[in-house]
């Protein structure tokens, strides 16, 4: 006689047996003949020594009870609560490699973790995928970035702004649509080819569209136009991360593997219309022809205009002082949870409150920076905000761990209106050779990938803790996942290299003092 299953997953004993699938923990294994079960490791309750709780889960599974069990979980990441990130990643790696072994489905626990927890879905699809494939797509990511930006500068300054709106989306659309002859072959090489091509596409629409919005009216208000269109990027994100969570994931876990790609590509196929729908928006929109001041004049050749660019102290420093803001930026978001960690001596999922409250400055501030520049001059503004981000990365050095942590967290706020502000600086009355300058900026985002490295560096091998001038001598070791110390971190070296967020803030203040004035 079969039994209809009513609930698949809970926590409570059915008042029928057999009519739920009842998620226990290896260590509260007390089966109920005739019951279904679910056991894992939950991130909840993982200790230091989960060898010894994975060993106690590995024996459930070879118990005579185990045909009981129909399901592996709940198991995953939960950045606000449970053991440490690393331990957490360490045993959902194992959970999920005996699970497919065993060809049990997985239930996955998932908090505030989707980016770590996406990689390992990716690599149910791909199984020969590891880090250095990981690497890759990123890699694919950032280096279209890096080699589109001044040919999509050459088309727009033949064919125009709109041109160059409808190159990019085209490219973007090309490239997601990639993803379904990705989905026939099961091919992760023509994914990245994918991600290689759509991401041309961000790259031809972020250097056609930056300085299409300060062209679009006066000059006096370019920067501030620039700053509120910029606002609305976190909402791209928050609605990716949706569609990461409850249509690719909640369904590519318990998929057929000859089909899980198929849920990863359903998403892009609908992006893809969206997109096709923008494009074909602008293409019959009879869009008002908009211009630098000077633009309107004389073209001028590549080289020229390369030439031109060089020679302006206003747009070479701007790449320049872009490029370290970008790495500022990184650096300042990367090593929050380090800080608090390290510091202040508060768990990963602590630590995590932390680095929400920085990122909600960094919007609140967007908005308010963006508001107040009806009034005030933006290149003041970012003077202040340099100078105020240089007395906190102080505090970070020379503050008690709490006021310390506070300091990297206010940090964020300072980096609001930068990079906008640079931006719309450096590019003002280009004229022709805007178009190109605009390559250059886009291009600058190599410093996310440059200026943290000499960060971990400096850390790991304790170059500037002598500033911190013997204030503070605690260390923190680091585990590996089997609990191994495999290094230590000194609390002066961590400290001391927040002298290189002050000297990236210094390099930004230079820059608006020196260039405040520019346009009047």
Request: proline letters at 4%.
């Amino acid at each position: 006689m079969s039994v209809l299953i009513r609930d698949v997953h809970t926590h409570q004993l059915p008042s029928e047996v057999g009519t739920a699938i009842v998620s226990v923990d290896a260590a509260d294994w007390k089966p109920v003949d005739g019951q279904l079960y679910a056991v894992g490791l939950h991130p909840w309750t993982l200790s230091e020594e989960w060898g010894q709780q994975m060993e106690q889960w590995q024996s459930v599974l070879r118990s005579d009870s185990a045909g009981q069990i129909v399901m592996a979980g709940e198991t995953g990441l939960d950045r606000l609560r449970g053991a440490s990130l690393l331990v957490q990643r360490k045993v959902f790696e194992e959970v999920v490699r005996t699970a497919e072994e065993r060809a049990l489905p997985s239930v996955i626990h998932d908090v505030h973790a989707m980016a770590e927890v996406l990689v390992k879905a990716f690599e149910s699809i791909f199984p020969a995928l590891g880090q250095m494939g990981t690497v890759m797509s990123v890699s694919s990511h950032y280096g279209a970035y890096a080699v589109l930006a001044i040919p999509a500068s050459i088309i727009i300054k033949k064919f125009g702004y709109k041109a160059g709106v409808l190159l990019g989306l085209g490219v973007f659309f090309i490239g997601v649509l990639g993803y379904v002859p990705a989905a026939a072959f099961n091919s992760y090489e023509i994914c990245l080819c994918s991600i290689f091509v759509y991401a041309s596409g961000c790259s031809i629409l972020e250097t056609t569209c930056n300085p299409f919005v300060l062209a679009m009216g006066p000059e006096e208000t370019a920067v501030r136009r620039l700053n509120f269109a910029q606002q609305f990027n976190p909402v791209g994100c928050l609605c990716g991360l949706l569609v990461a969570k409850f249509v690719i994931f909640d369904n590519i876990e318990n998929a057929p593997a000859d089909t899980k790609i198929i849920w990863l590509v359903s998403p892009y196929i609908c992006l893809a219309v969206i997109v096709a729908c923008l494009w074909m928006a602008f293409k019959v929109k009879d869009i008002p022809v908009a211009a630098a001041k000077g633009e309107e004049g004389e073209e001028h050749s590549f080289l020229t205009s390369l030439c031109n660019l060089a020679k302006l102290p206003r747009y070479r420093w701007g790449v320049f002082t872009q490029f370290f803001y970008v790495g500022l930026q990184t650096i300042a978001w990367v090593y929050v949870i380090h800080y608090a960690n390290y510091i202040y001596g508060c768990s990963d999922a602590n630590a995590m409150y932390f680095y929400i409250a920085a990122m909600c400055c960094f919007i609140v501030f967007r908005f308010i920076c963006t508001a107040l520049m009806k009034k005030y001059n933006p290149a003041n503004m970012m003077c202040l905000l340099a100078l105020v981000g240089i007395a906190l990365s102080m505090g970070a050095v020379y503050l008690p761990a709490l006021p310390g942590l506070l300091c990297v967290v206010a940090i964020s706020a300072c980096l609001s209106l930068m990079f906008p502000t640079i931006y719309g600086i450096a590019l003002r009355d280009l004229g022709p050779d805007s178009k190109l300058g605009a390559a250059g900026l886009v291009m600058s985002i190599l410093g996310g990938a440059a200026v943290p490295p000499v960060f971990a560096y400096c850390l790991e091998n304790d170059l500037l803790s002598s500033l911190v001038f013997g204030l503070y001598s605690g260390q923190h070791e680091i585990t590996d996942a089997a609990g191994n110390v495999t290094g230590i971190i000194q609390e002066a070296s961590l400290r001391g290299c927040y002298f290189i967020l002050a000297a990236c803030m210094l390099i930004v203040l230079v820059y608006g003092f020196r260039f405040r004035n520019t346009g009047k």
